[in-house]
């Protein structure tokens, strides 16, 4: 699908068959499946097959109150995190690239990335996904079924995206799909060896004892059930073809509940502590680099 409206191929996210345009609705040339289009934004999933999966229409509501979202991402943790994920972005050096975001919310790379880039964002909540103002493609999806054609994607980025997906393997899969052939991938996700442990565990256990309401209230967002990242499927789909470098930092974070949102010595700590090979091994957060094997 190409029209004035967009200058971004669009296929159906189930079949990737071609889409044709008609008074602001796409129709999928094969299944016959409908995706509107919200002011400039394609909203390109299946609403029904979203409403029989729990936890994706809970990732789908749960940033809808956006001052919610907003208290979360400025937690001063997150804050630090920011810098050092953007640094690493940038160090890609990319120009005149092909860009996919993933999950993006409310991108914090995007105003850099797009400089110099043609950058796509994508979320499942087109509430967050209006926020963004940079000059880029904004298309409403479910990492999960991706409505782009295959390898159309120079760089494709998440960030603490993949351990939300209740089929994991089926996001990696669609990774592999949209990247083009000498493309690259940076993923940040919190590991499992580390303290968030200790943080997963227990909110299992909350779960159990109080329910999720009680959680998600305490946690401030974020599905109270998410996982990990499943790196063993990583290395399964990536690893003849690509080389998987893994950099940990953060070996500590704070319990992620709100009364701990504005303490900012734990980012001066794990700065430290990262200089130390012992502390960096079980730093909470994975940034991934999944490159070409030359
Ligand atoms: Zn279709």
Same mark, same amino acid.
């Given at each position: 699908?190409?029209?004035?409206?967009?200058?971004?191929?669009?296929?159906?996210?189930?079949d990737h068959s071609e889409l044709n345009l008609h008074e602001d609705v796409l129709t999928c040339s094969k299944c016959q499946r409908e995706y509107k289009i919200s002011g400039r934004i394609p909203i390109m999933f299946d609403l029904n097959l979203l409403q029989e999966e729990e936890r994706k229409k809970e990732e789908m509501e749960i940033f809808d109150n956006l001052s919610s979202y907003k208290d979360f991402m400025n937690?001063?943790?997150?804050?630090?995190?920011?810098?050092?994920? $953007?640094?690493? +972005? @940038?160090?890609f050096n990319l120009q005149d690239k092909?860009?996919?975001?993933? *999950?993006?919310?409310?991108?914090? /790379?995007?105003?850099?990335?797009?400089?110099k880039n043609h950058l796509v964002l994508t979320d499942i909540n087109e509430t967050l996904l209006k926020q963004n103002l940079q000059n880029c493609d904004l298309v409403v999806a479910d990492a999960e079924n991706l409505p782009f054609p295959d390898k159309s994607f120079d760089f494709i980025c998440l960030v603490g995206v993949l351990h939300h997906l209740p089929h994991q393997a089926k996001g990696i899969?669609?990774?592999?799909?949209?990247?083009?052939?000498n493309g690259k991938i940076f993923i940040s996700e919190p590991t499992r060896w580390s303290v968030n442990l200790i943080y997963y565990?227990?909110?299992? $256990?909350?779960? +159990? @004892?109080f329910g999720k309401e009680f959680?998600?209230?305490?946690?401030?967002? *974020?599905?109270?059930?998410?996982? /990990?990242?499943d790196t063993a499927e990583l290395k399964k789909t990536f690893s003849v073809e690509f080389n998987i470098k893994v950099r940990k930092i953060s070996p500590i974070r704070l319990l992620?509940?709100?009364?701990?949102d504005n303490?900012?010595?734990?980012?001066?700590?794990?700065?430290?502590?990262?200089?130390?090979?012992?502390?960096?091994?079980?730093?909470?957060?994975?940034?991934?680099?999944i490159e070409p094997k030359k």
């Open positions: 699908m190409n029209s004035e409206k967009f200058s971004l191929k669009l296929v159906c996210p189930f937690r001063a943790y997150l804050k630090a995190l920011k810098e050092d994920t $953007l640094n690493s +972005l @940038l160090n092909d860009i996919l975001e993933i *999950g993006a919310g409310i991108s914090l /790379f995007a105003e850099k990335l797009s400089e899969k669609e990774l592999k799909r949209v990247l083009k052939e565990l227990g909110r299992k $256990l909350f779960i +159990l @004892l959680v998600r209230k305490l946690v401030g967002c *974020g599905t109270p059930d998410e996982a /990990f990242l992620p509940v709100k009364f701990f303490i900012s010595f734990v980012p001066k700590l794990n700065r430290f502590l990262e200089k130390l090979p012992l502390f960096r091994n079980i730093g909470a957060i994975a940034q991934i680099t």
